[in-house]
């Protein structure tokens, strides 16, 4: 579905540091099981010269993440803990030769993830900023700092392109208006002026639209698809009391009926989003996933 350089399928095939370093002295640990993505970075640091020794991933993530660790741990081998803070998402995109543009939060993840490494070595007390900024994103729990960030680090000047690097905006997309507006305020730092506009249509259009070389899916096939995803993430909502029943499909909404434990949590919007990313990614177009309850066989929205 996705333009995966040669590198990238390499490295998703065939990654390399899989699993913890041995003997590690730092661990960074990023994202969420219950969003989607994590990722566990493992160093092992020599401590007279700081130099990286050695490093290991382990991740739960599509295949773009997996290349994107895999890709990290080979780039920061040999180099000093400095050095390796020195290391951008950029970097990593470039090393695999590129990444889709839908899919460049994985390096991101990946940096975040060597920042809290190299902090836990040094026995400092990391923090994502993701708590010191206001919550712009619900879906994925994105905020205001670490948007603002992602902007500067990459020269963004698109809605379309924060959710690609962040993921900020590609759920129910509420949040599309918060993002123009700091779009606006980063890119005036520059002297450079954003210009709104239909952002939002665009990237529900880019997201609809089939590959120029993939057939359309059937109606049968699309429903497969569907019932898959929500069987593999379903293991792991059980595990923790939860469970997710696909109720209907309605076009590009598709409602789901979150039991169990998974009802009254309060990550349950972020269950969603993690649900409905990888169900877009899946099918190759925008969804919208919207949670429901079942009452005299009727469905009752309470989300979305």
């Known amino acids: 579905m996705w333009d995966y350089s040669e590198k990238v399928k390499e490295h998703f095939y065939n990654p390399k540091n899989a699993g913890a370093a041995e003997n590690a002295n730092a661990t960074g640990e990023v994202g969420s099981l219950s969003c989607g993505d994590a990722l566990r ?52 995109a470039d090393f695999l030769d590129g990444l889709p543009p839908e899919k460049m939060h994985c390096s991101v993840m990946g940096r975040e993830a060597l920042q809290a490494a190299v902090a836990d070595y040094r026995g400092e007390v990391w923090s994502d900023d ?54 606006s305020r980063v890119m005036a730092e520059s002297g450079e002026e954003f210009v709104a506009g239909g952002v ?71 269950t969603l989003g993690g649900i409905q990313q990888q169900l877009i990614e899946e099918l190759g177009e925008f969804v919208r996933l919207v949670q429901v309850e079942k009452k005299a066989d009727k469905l009752v929205g309470i989300g979305g």
């Not at 995803?229 to 009926?257: F, H, K, S």
Request: hydrophobic content about 40%; proline content about 2%.
């Open 41 to 92: 970075l493992t160093l092992k640091v020599d401590p007279e010269t700081e130099i990286i020794l050695d490093a290991g991933f382990q991740t739960f993530g599509c295949g773009s993440a997996i290349a994107s660790s895999s890709a990290l741990t080979e780039i920061i081998k040999g180099m000093t803990l400095d050095q390796a803070l020195e290391v951008s998402n950029q970097d990593i």
């Open 200 to 270: 939002g249509s665009a990237i529900a259009a880019k997201s609809t639209a089939a590959p120029v070389d993939a057939a359309p899916k059937t109606d049968i096939k699309r429903i497969s698809t569907i019932m898959r995803v929500l069987e593999a993430v379903r293991p792991r909502l059980q595990a923790d009391g939860g469970d997710c029943e696909l109720m209907d499909i309605d076009g590009n909404t598709i409602y789901v009926n979150l039991t169990g434990a998974c009802m009254g949590c309060q990550m349950a919007s972020m």
């Open 130 to 183: 993701h708590e010191e900024g206001a919550l712009v994103c619900k879906c994925f729990a994105i905020d205001e700092v670490m948007i603002e960030d992602t902007i500067r680090a990459n020269s963004l000047t698109t809605v379309e392109e924060v959710t690609n690097y962040t993921k900020a905006g590609g759920g129910c997309s509420a949040c599309h208006e918060g993002i123009e507006n700091i779009l």
